[in-house]
């Protein structure tokens, strides 16, 4: 399995490169995000021996045992799944980041939980860009009040915004859904906050998201293999 895992991030790789590439964007410019959800700890190794070091879960009493298990290891652990009030506390103890939050109430919580002797909890504001009726995320028009009041929770980091668009049926389509967002990030910036990260991009669609401003993407099958 760990010659498997290492072959495919090295593909991975080679794909972010080339998609900066074209974009004429830095290859150190977007972020890799390991999404290791219903993998087991073994398989986490063999990624980090690769060298892989962020890791992304959408389950998260499965993630928080995992993070257990792996202790030892310098990882970066990332939340990407919906997050329910009754879990907020197991985010706030165990994960560095969070990239799924869509509603004030559970971003509070976080803040309220994070641990004093952890660092503040990294953040992103999940967006609904596009109206997908099963998808989660804050409507577009909601974000600005939603991002000034995380912003202001004192455990937590706004870095961002995260998306999770419905397929499109061209390229071209999927950019045009990847730069509302790009908009989106530029027009909270101009109203003050600092913000870095947008995580947007999975197997599918990376190069397009890259082509976008994306600047981390999130990748599970191509790395790990079918579920």
Not at 90 to 109: M, N, P, T, Y
Not at 130 to 157: H, M, Y
Not at 168 to 186: G, I, N, S, W
Request: proline fraction near 5%.
């Amino acid at each position: 399995m760990n010659t498997t895992i290492a072959e495919n991030l090295a593909q991975v790789h080679a794909h972010i490169q080339a998609a900066c590439q074209a974009a004429g964007r830095a290859p150190g410019s977007v972020q890799l995000l390991a999404v290791s959800k219903t993998w087991g700890p073994d398989a986490v190794r063999a990624a980090h021996a690769a060298g892989q070091t962020a890791f992304g879960e959408n389950y998260i009493q499965e993630a928080v045992d995992k993070i257990t298990a792996l202790h030892d290891l310098p990882l970066q652990w990332h939340c990407i799944g919906p997050i329910q009030s009754n879990k907020t506390r197991l985010v706030a103890e165990h994960f560095d980041w969070v990239h799924s939050i869509d509603r004030l109430k559970i971003a509070q919580r976080l803040s309220e939980q994070r641990p004093d002797h952890r660092p503040p909890l990294q953040v992103c504001i999940q967006v609904n860009v596009d109206g997908g009726e099963t998808k989660s995320g804050v409507a577009p028009q909601d974000l600005p009040a939603l991002a000034q009041a995380v912003a202001a929770l004192p455990r937590l980091q706004l870095r961002g915004l995260m998306t999770i668009p419905e397929p499109a049926e061209t390229d071209a389509q999927m950019r045009a859904v990847h730069r509302q967002a790009k908009d989106l990030l530029d027009r909270l910036r101009a109203q003050g906050l600092a913000l870095d990260t947008l995580s947007m991009g999975m197997s599918a669609d990376l190069a397009a998201a890259i082509a976008e401003g994306s600047t981390m993407v999130r990748v599970g099958t191509a790395i790990f293999g079918k579920r």
